[in-house]
Structure formats: C-alpha cells, structure tokens
C-alpha cells in the first residue's frame, strides 16, 4: 500500500519545529517518516541577496524543489533516501549524512510544502499551523537571538523585510486549503492530539 502523505506548513514562529518535534515522540521511525524542507536549501552562494546585501532565505528559490520532490516520491516508492544535513546558519557545524527509511506515514514539513505545486499535488493531508503576527514575531525574535545569536537590528529587519512579504505571498494564501488549521496562539496541545489520533488511525 501506497504510504500516507501529510504536509505540514504554517509562518515562521508558528511553531511547526515544536509540532513537528511532539509528533516525533509519539511514532516510531518505521511508523512514522519526517522530511524537512529546511535540508533542501540551496548552498549559501547560491542564495540571493536583497538591496542592503543581505541573503535572504526566505524565497521559493532557496530551496531546491527538484531534489525535495524527487526524495518525497523515492519514499512513497518505499525507498531509503540519505541528504546531507543542512547547516548553513552554523559554520561550526559539521553536516551529518541524514537516512530517510519510508514508512506508513510520511510527514514533509516547510514553509513551501503547499506552494510548490508539484508537491502540493502529492499530499494527502494538509496541516497548516497558524499563530497572532505579533507572537510569530517574539517566538522569531526569541530564536534567533537565543540560539543563534543574531543582533536584534538583525531579526527584526529580516522579518520585516523578508519573512513578512514571503509569509503574505507565499504560505497564508494556502491556509484555505488546509485540512485542518491548527491555532497555535497559546498552545497546540488540542491540534497535536487531532492530528496525532489521525494518524494512529491510519496505522491502524
């Protein structure tokens, strides 16, 4: 039987890395197989650079869509897929060679699962995670300052300049067509157990 495909996407802050993260917990890896976007970015060089000079990550050419969508339907062939890690943010990191083994659920997360037609074409089930502009605002802020240690003037205009604009362009305008919406204001906890019974069901 052909594996389950869901798509997971919502803006950044939403909060998909920690959904994401509680759905891991909850699956075994021959229950449940998870694909990132974020290990299909292009290399920094590769990357385009607004007015200011700075390289903006956050447009549907980042990512290379091509190799995204050929893993996804390795897996759905029942394939095993290895992809380098993506560690562009952190020069200090050495990038670890990732296995992907296909299971009965394949979840694919990113902020372009459902903008890349062609991806979008091949879901089963799409979740679509949403949160206030002004929490996805902290949350970034947060992150980025605490983890990466990026200067604040730095996030900020990133934001503005750069994961606003690809937020209203690209991503809000599929919200629509989602499946199910998971509001993520305060918490998921409601949204996670929706979508974990889902797939225990399909397992089932």
């Known amino acids: 039987m052909k594996p389950f495909l869901i798509g997971i996407t919502g803006g950044s802050g939403s909060g998909k890395t920690s959904f ?3 759905l891991r917990k ?3 890896e021959a229950e449940v197989c998870i694909l990132s976007q974020d290990d299909y970015y292009f290399p920094r060089d590769q990357q385009l650079t607004d007015d200011a000079g700075v390289t903006n990550f956050d447009l549907p050419r980042s990512i290379d869509k091509k190799s995204f969508k050929a893993d996804i339907e390795q897996l759905l062939a029942g394939a095993v897929v290895e992809r380098l890690e993506y560690t562009f943010n952190n020069e200090k990191a050495s990038p670890k060679m990732l296995r992907f083994q296909s299971a009965p659920v394949i979840i694919v997360e990113g902020i372009f699962v459902f903008h ?3 991806i979008r ?3 089963d089930l799409k979740v ?3 949160a206030k502009e002004n929490l996805k605002v902290i949350r970034r802020i947060k992150r980025d300052q605490v983890e990466r240690n ?3 003037e730095d996030v900020l205009y990133r934001y503005e300049k750069h994961v606003m604009p690809t937020f209203e362009r690209y991503i809000e305008p599929y919200m629509e067509d989602a499946d199910i919406v998971v509001n993520n204001n305060s918490h998921f906890s409601v949204g996670l157990e929706v979508v974990k019974g ?3 069901n399909k397992l089932a």
């Open 20 to 22: 994401i993260s509680e």
């Open 26 to 28: 909850a699956f075994t």
């Open 116 to 118: 890349f037609k062609k």
């Open 121 to 123: 074409q091949l879901l």
């Open 128 to 130: 679509f995670l949403h």
């Open 150 to 152: 990026y200067p604040i």
């Open 198 to 200: 889902f797939i225990r």
